[in-house]
């Protein structure tokens, strides 16, 4: 069984934090946390499709141009090689899960 308090934990860009609820080869599934004001920078993968749904706070991703903004308990797929690029324009702080299939680990170019 995994849950948060004992997935692996990464930290990523500025104070954000990842852990690692699924990481195979085939499959990731990490739930990320994005302080207000923090974002990541625009990339696409050349392979991974992958899937946003956020469990709390509100998410602005950008998908090829197009603003999507996301609240609790919605979702958003990003097929690859769509640029895209989420940010916590919030007050509060995002949480989110991002599932990508196959993974995304080194099928990140940045835009």
């Not at 080869?25 to 302080?35: G, L, N, T, W, Y």
Request: net charge negative.
């Amino acid at each position: 069984m995994i849950q948060k308090d004992n997935a692996e934990h990464y930290k990523w860009g500025n104070n954000c934090d990842g852990w690692h609820l699924v990481k195979s080869r085939e499959m990731s599934v990490i739930q990320e946390r994005m302080p207000p004001g923090t974002f990541e920078s625009r990339h696409y993968h050349e392979f991974s499709n992958q899937f946003f749904f956020v469990l709390s706070g509100e998410a602005e991703l950008e998908l090829n141009g197009i603003i999507h903004n996301l609240t609790s308990q919605q979702g958003l797929h990003v097929p690859k090689g769509m640029p895209h690029q989420i940010k916590n324009n919030g007050f509060n702080a995002l949480e989110f899960i991002v599932t990508s299939v196959p993974i995304s680990h080194g099928d990140r170019i940045e835009v």
